[in-house]
């Protein structure tokens, strides 16, 4: 008895399209699944890119890019406010008196200065110069961030994303001194 190779087989029709005779998967044909695929991937790539955790790096982005641009001249040169040298925008760091692990001091204009790498990094923010500094420019501002800073905050998702806008806003507006002449 001799048997025959050849497989019959039904041929089906495309959940989405409609179309007839196709062996890609067992609902789409290859156009309809590679589409679904994609959208699924996009789907997935979004709800990650909006952890909590991207969005406080984004808004740490932006917030030092804020506060190096604030603190520049016209020509893009920014001065230590510890130490007083002076470094280009690029070179310099957003320094914080009371550090960035506490939430709800780190996005505060009052608690944040331009810092040249070595006060920032190496003196560990040179914290000793930074609090005279502040008490010469206010002298109520060192206790206020540092009985904020002891208040346990931690920002929802939304307000997050609207400090986000807020300082992109303002990031806007100061760079717009480089423009004008």
């Not at 789409?28 to 990650?48: G, N, V, Y």
């Not at 230590?80 to 070179?91: M, P, Q, R, S």
């Not at 003196?123 to 930074?130: D, L």
Request: aromatic share 10%.
């Amino acid at each position: 008895m001799a048997y025959n190779s050849t497989i019959i087989t039904k041929k089906k029709r495309c959940v989405n399209c409609g179309n007839i005779d196709y062996w890609f998967s067992k609902k789409m044909c290859k156009q309809c699944a590679t589409i679904h695929s994609t959208q699924k991937r996009l789907e997935e790539f979004e709800d990650d890119t909006e952890s909590f955790q991207n969005l406080v790096q984004d808004l740490d982005h932006v917030f030092s890019q804020y506060i190096r641009n604030r603190y520049a001249d016209k020509t893009g040169i920014v001065e230590c406010y510890t130490c007083g040298k002076k470094h280009t925008i690029a070179e310099i760091q957003c320094g914080h008196f009371m550090g960035r692990s506490n939430l709800s001091t780190r996005w505060m204009e009052q608690n944040c200065r331009p810092q040249c790498m070595e006060c920032n990094y190496f003196k560990t923010g040179n914290i000793e110069e930074f609090e005279y500094k502040l008490h010469e420019e206010n002298n109520a501002i060192v206790e206020y961030l540092r009985e904020t800073a002891r208040q346990t905050e931690k920002p929802t998702k939304d307000e997050l994303k609207g400090l986000i806008l807020e300082y992109r806003a303002k990031l806007n507006l100061v760079k717009k001194k480089f423009i004008e002449k």
